[in-house]
């Protein structure tokens, strides 16, 4: 059954604190100013199995309807591995007193995943638009399909650095495995 719902079996999936605030500058106004956050860890696959990361986000936007403040949960899923969430993106959130519904999109405006909260990005009446930024952390990757890693776990830390003029990097990978 999970293969109907995502037939490619990239699916990831996460859970964040966060907090939202902002309001429209008039009652019918849709003009205003709304600034989000959250931290937490997403689930997923990558092209060498699964992984489990730590992120961070926010959000500002400057269309909003209505009024938002709180701090709370959110969860969500992302149609895709783990990195679709990286970089930049935009949303779309609607709250309704503690809960909120958000669209989450890339940067072409396409809808990647969604996310319900508890007052996690406010609690309120109200609709608005943020411009997104998401940074992956660093992880652990856990045997599947493909992973040269039998049963365990591949606990990593990659660092880059600038190798010359031909704008090539070499990359150091300090990993344990268990």
Known sequence: PVNF???????SLFISAGSGIGSSEAPRSSRGKVREASSGFIIGSENYGYTAKGFISSG????IVGATAGAGLNFGVISGDVSEIDGSGKSLTSVLGPFSLTDI????????????????????LSEF????????????DFGGPGNYIDNGFRFYDYDFEYSGSDSSFDSYDSSWDF
């Open 5 to 11: 719902v995502d037939p490619s079996g990239y699916a």
């Open 60 to 63: 500002n936007g400057k269309k």
């Open 105 to 124: 999109k890339n940067v072409e405006n396409e809808t990647i995943g969604y996310s319900i909260s508890i007052v996690g990005r406010g609690f309120g």
């Open 129 to 140: 638009h943020t411009d997104t930024y998401t940074m992956l952390g660093n992880g652990f």
